[in-house]
């Protein structure tokens, strides 16, 4: 639709940067991957839901869901039509408000939302939407933060991605780890291991300069320097909490939430 690059241009450029998966995510149309050299990746089918209305991802879509005017009837298509739905860039335009929160905390039945976009580096709005994530979450709404490059060319890809916990390198398989919250989100720090024994939760992230946990409403409630966290949540007294992890050169990795 608005994109600068062919599918093929830009299945080479994720092969290069050392992708495992991609998924091409086209205005209002299920790409065809069927077609595409996957060098050596694995292409998940996808669609971008735009029509009108505020932009929802359709992840490993089976067939073209439209926009009929109302998002929740959509989302719900998606979920026993298609794939599953990710609301996409909530703080993207000049008001900072694409999904403004009323409109998150009144919509049901979709699995999260970007909590990192990169197009918005270059255009209106912040790329990051922890705060709206931090409101859904402490509103008791057990939702996943994914981040993505929303590219538009080749240029701009390579800045934000999903790295999986997947049973096997299938698309069933990533797709059902990113459905499920198995995963966690990325623009730089690599995670080598996120531990839960009793009440002890232990992060590893061997390029991260500083780990932090979050909590209720985005509170922070502990931090260490350096590439190693161990935090006993005995005496939390918070619905969640949620590792954010910092390396150089605005560099972050962001967990998904545990709930307590």
């Given at each position: 639709?608005d994109?600068?690059?062919?599918p093929?241009a830009?299945?080479?450029?994720y092969?290069?940067?050392?992708?495992?998966?991609l998924?091409?995510?086209?205005h209002?149309?299920?790409t065809?991957?069927?077609g595409?050299d996957p060098?050596?990746?694995?292409?998940?089918?996808?669609?971008?839901?735009?029509?009108?209305g505020?932009h929802?991802?359709?992840?490993?879509?089976?067939?073209r869901i439209?926009?009929?005017g109302?998002?929740q009837?959509m989302?719900?298509?998606?979920?026993?039509?298609?794939?599953?739905?990710?609301?996409?860039h909530?703080?993207?335009?000049?008001?900072?408000?694409?999904?403004?929160?009323?409109?998150?905390?009144a919509?049901?039945?979709y699995?999260?939302?970007?909590?990192?976009?990169?197009?918005c580096?270059h255009s209106?709005?912040?790329?990051?939407?922890?705060?709206k994530w931090?409101?859904?979450?402490?509103?008791?709404r057990?939702?996943?933060?994914?981040a993505?490059?929303?590219a538009?060319?080749?240029?701009?890809?390579g800045?934000?991605?999903n790295?999986?916990?997947?049973?096997s390198?299938?698309?069933?398989?990533?797709l059902?780890?990113?459905r499920?919250?198995s995963?966690?989100?990325s623009?730089g720090?690599r995670?080598e291991e996120i531990?839960?024994?009793g009440?002890?939760?232990t992060v590893?992230a061997?390029n991260?300069q500083?780990?932090?946990?979050?909590?209720?409403?985005?509170a922070?409630?502990h931090a260490?320097?350096?590439?190693?966290?161990?935090?006993?949540?005995?005496?939390v007294?918070q619905?969640y909490?949620?590792?954010?992890?910092?390396?150089?050169?605005?560099?972050?990795?962001?967990?998904q939430?545990?709930?307590?």
């Amino acid at each position: 639709s608005d994109g600068r690059d062919t599918p093929e241009a830009m299945v080479r450029r994720y092969a290069e940067l050392g992708h495992d998966f991609l998924m091409i995510s086209d205005h209002d149309g299920v790409t065809d991957t069927g077609g595409l050299d996957p060098r050596g990746m694995v292409l998940l089918p996808g669609n971008e839901v735009w029509g009108g209305g505020p932009h929802v991802l359709d992840v490993g879509a089976r067939k073209r869901i439209g926009w009929g005017g109302r998002l929740q009837p959509m989302l719900d298509a998606i979920n026993s039509e298609s794939g599953f739905p990710v609301l996409a860039h909530p703080n993207w335009g000049e008001d900072f408000n694409h999904f403004p929160v009323g409109e998150l905390l009144a919509l049901a039945n979709y699995a999260g939302i970007e909590i990192y976009n990169g197009t918005c580096l270059h255009s209106s709005g912040s790329h990051l939407a922890l705060d709206k994530w931090d409101l859904l979450l402490s509103a008791g709404r057990k939702v996943w933060g994914y981040a993505g490059d929303d590219a538009h060319m080749a240029i701009h890809a390579g800045l934000g991605w999903n790295v999986v916990r997947a049973r096997s390198r299938t698309p069933e398989a990533i797709l059902q780890a990113l459905r499920s919250g198995s995963f966690y989100a990325s623009c730089g720090v690599r995670i080598e291991e996120i531990r839960c024994e009793g009440p002890v939760v232990t992060v590893r992230a061997p390029n991260a300069q500083r780990i932090a946990v979050v909590g209720r409403f985005g509170a922070r409630i502990h931090a260490v320097e350096g590439p190693n966290l161990r935090f006993d949540t005995a005496d939390v007294m918070q619905p969640y909490i949620r590792i954010e992890c910092y390396g150089a050169a605005e560099q972050a990795a962001w967990t998904q939430p545990l709930m307590i």
